[in-house]
């Protein structure tokens, strides 16, 4: 499914996928990501991005896309109910809200799929990532740390694999049905 879905968007083999997913709101600060992408992009050659969702934002980041000269980097996916050969294709999953942002159900969702996450600390962080362990989290008050923590990550690809089987092995100690609900019995007792 890999290989089908990254020869889908023209991603080769040495392609560092990044994969934003969600609703395209201010919040959830996908600019940030463009940014990266746009000072880095002779940096990181083989580095690019799918958006999953839509909202409001969209015209707004494909007007972002066209004035950075990003259509060769960027690639909107659109709404989907099955993300488990897109979460497959990439490599990092990004998370970068700067408010308002929960749990992340996604992260959860990646993580079943064996794909890590770099997100901010807003509320839900650490109930879901350790940070090195089976993610990243960056303080979202400070958008230098998301670059060198994307930076690094884009740089040690090997270390992001190594995340993702332990996002994969935490997910599946922690966030199935089962684990849940032993988790929530706990809390009531």
Do not use: W
């Not at 990044?18 to 746009?38: D, V, Y």
């Not at 799929?113 to 960056?138: E, F, H, K, W």
């Not at 190594?162 to 019995?185: I, R």
């Amino acid at each position: 499914e890999r290989a089908v879905f990254r020869e889908h968007f023209n991603l080769s083999p040495d392609d560092f996928v990044l994969l934003f997913a969600g609703r395209l709101n201010p919040e959830k600060n996908i600019s940030l990501i463009l940014e990266f992408i746009a000072l880095k992009k002779e940096t990181y050659p083989h580095l690019k991005l799918l958006i999953a969702g839509n909202g409001p934002c969209r015209s707004q980041l494909e007007e972002i896309i066209r004035e950075q000269s990003l259509q060769q980097q960027v690639f909107f996916v659109g709404y989907r109910t099955e993300m488990r050969s897109i979460y497959g294709a990439c490599d990092l999953l990004l998370l970068p809200s700067s408010r308002s942002e929960t749990f992340g159900l996604v992260v959860v969702e990646a993580a079943f799929c064996g794909l890590p996450t770099l997100r901010s600390d807003m509320p839900g962080a650490t109930d879901q990532i350790v940070d090195g362990l089976n993610g990243l989290v960056y303080s979202n008050t400070e958008p230098k740390q998301f670059h060198d923590k994307l930076a690094s990550a884009i740089e040690n690809p090997q270390q992001v694999r190594k995340m993702g089987e332990v996002a994969h092995d935490l997910a599946l100690q922690k966030f199935t049905l089962m684990a849940m609900g032993d988790e929530f019995e706990r809390l009531l007792v």
